[in-house]
């Protein structure tokens, strides 16, 4: 059963940084796309930032310039470096990834950056 287990979320003072990490197992299947999601209180959950094997990425505009998404050579855990973090980057960030045309996600971090 395909598992993603995220961690490095915090609380972080506005304009500092975090590392978000996410491992992904049971499946000897491919997992891609991986990436991170993320759901602000009382709002929809919306895309962060996707990596597609081979090297392409894809951010929100809201965090493009701020936020990098990378994964191992393994590519069975996908990082996400937060710099620049502002207080509307507080949210639950989730670990998505695509195994065999399945979504799964993870249970989430939370991060919370304060003014």
């Known amino acids: 059963q395909v598992q993603l287990v995220e961690s490095g979320g915090g609380l972080v003072q506005a304009g500092g940084s975090l590392r978000l990490s996410c491992v992904g197992s049971g499946s000897i299947f491919r997992f891609n796309p991986m990436g991170w999601y993320r759901q602000a209180p009382g709002k929809q959950r919306e895309l962060v930032a996707v990596h597609i094997t081979g090297g392409s990425t894809n951010y929100a505009e809201s965090v493009k310039g701020r936020f990098t998404v990378s994964r191992d050579s393994a590519e069975r855990t996908v990082y996400l470096q937060m710099n620049s973090l502002k207080p509307e980057d507080t949210a639950v960030y989730y670990c998505?990834?695509?195994?065999?045309?399945?979504?799964?996600w993870g249970k989430g971090t939370l991060v919370t950056v304060s003014s």
């Open positions: 998505n990834a695509r195994v065999v045309a399945m979504d799964y």
